[in-house]
């Protein structure tokens, strides 16, 4: 810095290289502190299955004719249910009480299927004003639904390779395990098809799970299962 015949101090060239010198290392060091850590892809991976992204946006834009294998999904979760003699109540099973007919357990899956999507559909337009992508929420709604599937299918190689065993205790510890990945699962469904944060359908999901536990309650407080 230098003083002029003005007695006004004025930048020099060298003061001005100086400046931008800095400016340019300053701006390095922001970027530096700003750019993301490279996941790896044990973490994509994992992400990937928690949450289904790439699944969820091609059911969303191939909704019409994923119909057809969430259908299959439904009507496979019905006759694993069937197979393992579980009763399916939406998100729970429950073992079975005597005299309940075992056909109704291929029904019931879907049902719950159908009762899932309706509350989630509900609870994302009342709460957040959010309608359309119904189609594309019904198809997620039933590869949300996949990891459930892993109970009776435990419980019925558990009957296969130990008979007489009780496996009552997966009925209860593995659906709740499994309610988290649920939960990420449904999440994902309805960001993608309502066009939501993933913070607001996540309480959406944890709203279903709710009224799915109330409803286990109430049913079996009044004996109905």
Not at 20 to 45: K, Q
Not at 72 to 100: C, D, H, K, M, R
Not at 131 to 159: E, N, R, Y
Request: one cysteine or more; a positive charge.
């Amino acid at each position: 810095m230098a003083q002029g015949p003005d007695k006004k101090y004025v930048l020099t060239d060298q003061g001005r290289s100086t400046i931008d010198t800095l400016s340019v290392s300053e701006e390095r060091i922001v970027a530096g502190r700003l750019a993301p850590a490279r996941e790896t892809r044990f973490g994509a991976l994992s992400k990937e299955i928690l949450f289904g992204r790439t699944l969820f946006e091609y059911l969303n834009e191939e909704s019409l004719r994923s119909l057809p294998l969430a259908i299959l999904v439904a009507i496979f979760g019905g006759w694993v249910s069937y197979q393992a003699n579980l009763e399916p109540l939406l998100l729970f099973y429950l073992s079975p009480t005597s005299g309940v007919g075992r056909a109704w357990f291929i029904l019931l899956f879907p049902l719950g299927w159908l009762a899932t999507f309706a509350v989630a559909d509900i609870l994302s337009t009342t709460i957040f004003h959010r309608k359309g992508g119904d189609l594309s929420l019904l198809t997620g709604t039933a590869f949300s639904m996949l990891p459930l599937l892993i109970v009776p299918g435990v419980s019925f190689l558990a009957q296969q390779f130990s008979p007489g065993r009780p496996v009552g205790y997966l009925t209860i510890l593995l659906p709740v395990a499994l309610q988290v990945w649920i939960v990420c699962l449904l999440s994902t469904s309805l960001s993608i098809s309502k066009g939501l944060k993933l913070e607001k359908t996540a309480l959406i999901s944890l709203g279903v799970v709710y009224l799915n536990i109330m409803t286990l309650l109430t049913a079996l407080q009044f004996g109905l299962f």
